[in-house]
């Protein structure tokens, strides 16, 4: 017995959409806010509580996409 292709179309397509929108928006803007400090470029010391420069965005407020990261990886396998 043969999978009818009919009912494969609307599963795969909203995940082909899915995966080209996430392409064109890692194209468009490939960074994104920091998660840590929010892209407010500060955080809080863990003990202190003061105030202090977000050291893994190294103070941009801003870190590059998984897509753009896996992107770029294939672009230097090449």
Same mark, same amino acid.
């Given at each position: 017995? $043969?999978? #009818?292709?009919?009912?494969? +179309?609307?599963?795969?397509?909203?995940?082909?959409? +899915?995966? +080209? @929108?996430?392409?064109?928006? !890692?194209?468009?803007?490939?960074?994104?806010?920091?998660? *840590? !400090?929010?892209?407010?470029?500060? $955080?809080? @010391?863990?003990?202190? @509580?003061?105030?202090?420069?977000?050291? *893994?965005? #190294? *103070?941009? @407020?801003?870190?590059?996409?998984?897509? /753009? /990261?896996?992107?770029?990886?294939?672009?230097?396998?090449?």
């Amino acid at each position: 017995m $043969t999978p #009818d292709p009919s009912l494969l +179309v609307p599963l795969a397509l909203p995940l082909l959409i +899915v995966t +080209v @929108g996430y392409g064109v928006l !890692c194209w468009i803007r490939p960074f994104r806010p920091c998660r *840590h !400090c929010a892209g407010t470029t500060r $955080t809080t @010391g863990r003990f202190t @509580g003061r105030p202090r420069p977000c050291r *893994h965005c #190294d *103070h941009t @407020g801003l870190t590059l996409r998984a897509g /753009r /990261r896996a992107t770029n990886a294939l672009r230097r396998l090449r």
